[in-house]
């Protein structure tokens, strides 16, 4: 038992943890787990088609971080289906999932389209709504009221869902994920993002506008910035009206830009030991705000992909574990700084 003067307890943070997780957060609102299944619709990104440039970002290789049901040849629920039969294996009491259109930049495209996709997900009867990647320069008024709309009721007549918290929901779940990386434009055009961070201001304050869930993305030890940077920009992550946040360490992909960058300068990228990204993470958390829902602190990229793995095989599970050790351990908490 924790005692009452770790202060922690007062924020209610889900199945007893020193932070607000994402998962419990979902518990909390419907009642039940919901499991997201990654899709691959085809979608590309204005990155690498030369509208806003080419090749993408640095880091990127989307193959390095889709699961093998998730290709574009299939349909989305086949991609559906073999997903849920995917997860089952480790989370055998799910029973409604969320289609998480992840692959590239998912608004990319005329809103006929997106319409088309996105209901097609809707229309599988396990589906109780949708995660939507993209990027900050890929909304625009238009397509956010329609996803507006269709988080509120006003597009799919008839259809309905059980969920154990909300037994007749006639509306799905939404959820628009940004992929910001980081808040420092210095960073964003060296590893070639192709927008600022005004961008991103603008395109979550649209959307948390009307009414839409927002989550953002970033990745911690990109070149040039420092642990300082790092822990800096949690206040600026503050100031964004988000539901969530995700974050990443930075993991260089073979084939990458930036594996060529980290190979002529490694002096320029802050690399952590396990034992250092858990203090540094938990450091973080002491300066984020206590109702942002932390949906991941690490990344995993399959050993193919990249030349070494520092940390070992370690899985996340484990390293939300330790993660939890070093909370107590500190006797620290998410908000406990601010």
Known sequence: MHSMSDGFEKYGFPDGKRYNSFVGYFKRRYGERLQKIVLDAGFTCPNRDGTVGRGGCTYCDNAAFHPSYSTAGKSLHQQLDEGIEFHKVRYRTTEHYLAYFQSFSNTYAPLERLRHLYEEALSHPSVVGLVIGTRPDCVDEEKLDYLSDLAHGRVLGGWSRSLAGEPSRTAPVIVV????????????????????????????????????????????????????????????????????????????????????????????????????????????????????????????????????????????VELLRLLDQRLEARQTWQGRLL
């Not at 959307?207 to 920009?233: C, K, Y």
């Open 177 to 316: 994920e940004y992929g910001i990386e980081s808040c420092y434009d210095t960073t964003l055009q060296r590893i070639n993002r192709g927008h600022d961070f005004a961008t991103a201001r603008r395109a979550v304050a649209m959307t948390a506008a009307r009414g839409l869930d927002v989550g953002a993305h970033f990745i911690l030890g990109l070149p040039g910035e420092t642990r300082q940077m790092m822990l800096d920009s949690c206040a600026l992550i503050n100031e964004l009206p988000l539901r969530s946040v995700k974050f990443h360490q930075l993991q260089i992909v073979k084939g990458t830009r930036m594996e060529q960058e980290y190979a002529a300068a490694p002096q320029d990228f802050e690399r952590f030991t396990l034992d250092e990204y858990l203090d540094l993470f938990a450091d973080m958390l002491e300066l984020l705000r206590p109702d942002l829902s932390i949906e991941r602190f690490v990344g995993e990229v399959p050993p193919r992909f990249v030349n070494e793995t520092p940390w070992g095989l370690i899985r996340n």
